[in-house]
């Protein structure tokens, strides 16, 4: 029989499904973002149990994969101080004359439109460590960023 009548199976047809990536690093948490895991894993799993057909069930099972790793793998970070910038700080700086605040947070938690950013992004790199008064090198300025100040992020 010509390969031409062959019927391919609708698998044949779908894109492959993989697994969400992890972020590279420590998973390091702050206690919100602990309670945001928990919570989506509850949501998941809730969401599973009620599914009815087999591919959402499929696609939610990978979701709760990816959150079950970021559960079990999450290292709460320290409360940071007042005097130095950390993971759970809020900092208020000024960078290019014009200042702002942020809140550097874990990778689950991060969410730049409510100016919280993932502690490996790069202006989190470039503040942690640093103390309200300091200037900091940022994307290749020497002393781009001003510490303006830093408090532990509120609950």
């Known amino acids: 029989m010509s390969v031409a009548f062959r019927r391919e199976s609708d698998e044949e047809h779908k894109e492959p499904r993989f697994e969400l990536p992890i972020p590279p690093g420590p998973n390091l948490v702050t206690a919100r ?14 969401a599973v149990a009620a599914a009815s057909g087999d591919e959402a069930r499929e696609m939610l099972r990978r979701d709760l994969r990816y ?14 101080g007042d005097d130095l910038v950390a993971i759970g700080s809020r900092v ?11 809140d550097i947070v874990g ?27 300091e200037h900091v090198d940022f994307n290749g300025r ?8 830093t408090e532990a992020i509120p609950d």
């Open 92 to 102: 208020r700086f000024r960078l290019n004359g014009r200042e702002r605040r942020i």
């Open 33 to 46: 973002g602990i309670a945001l895991i928990d919570t989506r894993v509850a949501e998941l799993e809730a």
């Open 107 to 133: 990778h689950d938690e991060a969410d730049p439109a409510a100016d919280r950013i993932a502690f490996q992004a790069p202006l989190a790199a470039a503040l942690i460590g640093a103390e309200p008064g």
């Open 67 to 80: 959150w079950h790793t970021r559960q079990t793998t999450a290292e709460l970070a320290p409360v940071p």
């Open 142 to 149: 020497a002393e781009a960023i001003e510490v303006i100040a």
